[in-house]
């Protein structure tokens, strides 16, 4: 398998301030990596995908000046909550498309628990 | 459009098998995929199968796909307690640019 990690694991912020979420790749490069949603006792609801070097593309309904995504690297993603709400409370989790060995796949994140007060 | 449906709940006891069923709409699909999430984590990637193969078996795990009738199943032999979790099939649409996913199943395995 492949590993994903992110960070922070749990957030707890004050309504109004931004956070900076991080999804790396630690053993591969990973192009294309994916930010989703998940609410409680829900399935993931793909919010947008992270394209390294380029511009991310979002998902119908998902602000893009709300939830900036950054993929500088090949094996970094960022997803920034700006203005968070308390309606932005959600688990959010990342995952990376790995290519290598003639497969595709997605290996995930442990996600971050995202709390806005 | 796309749509992967499983039932919900699943309980079995330790030692007999598992099977989670699903069916999703997609023909062009390339690979379909099982994930695994424990409370309070992230998915874990079970096993996957690609579009022209039957059935793959890993360990205790068998995935048999009926691409006719666009029938996935994950079949978990000796079900044991720390199999208790939400699957989720999944298939992969756009070339692999988008994974869609079922509702998740929960599997609770009574000891």
């Known amino acids: 398998g492949a590993v994903v990690s992110q960070h922070p694991s749990r957030v707890i912020c004050k309504s109004g301030t931004s956070v900076k979420i991080e999804c790396r790749s630690l053993d591969f490069q990973a192009t294309t990596m994916f930010w989703y949603r998940q609410f409680p006792k829900q399935s993931l609801m793909l919010m947008a995908t992270s394209n390294e070097g380029s511009k991310a593309t979002y998902e119908q309904g998902v602000e893009k000046d709300k939830f900036l995504i950054n993929h500088a690297s090949l094996t970094l993603s960022t997803l920034t909550v700006t203005s968070a709400h308390p309606e932005d409370s959600s688990f959010y989790i990342c995952s990376a498309r790995d290519l290598r060995y003639n497969t595709d796949t997605q290996y995930f994140g442990p996600g971050t628990r995202l709390t806005v007060l | 459009g796309e749509d992967v449906e499983q039932s919900l709940f699943l309980s079995v006891r330790e030692g007999d098998s598992s099977v989670i069923n699903c069916t999703y709409t997609d023909s062009s699909s390339t690979y379909l995929y099982w994930y695994k999430q424990e409370p309070g984590a992230g998915l874990q990637l079970l096993t996957y199968?690609?579009?022209?193969?039957d059935m793959k078996q890993d360990q205790r795990l068998t995935v048999l796909l009926n691409k006719k009738d666009k029938h996935l199943s994950l079949r978990i032999a000796d079900t044991q307690t720390g199999d208790s979790a939400i699957y989720f099939c999944?298939?992969?649409?756009?070339?692999?640019?988008?994974?869609?996913f079922g509702a998740g199943t929960i599997l609770r395995v009574k000891s």
């Open positions: 199968i690609f579009s022209n193969m």
């Open positions: 999944a298939e992969s649409i756009l070339n692999g640019n988008k994974l869609v």
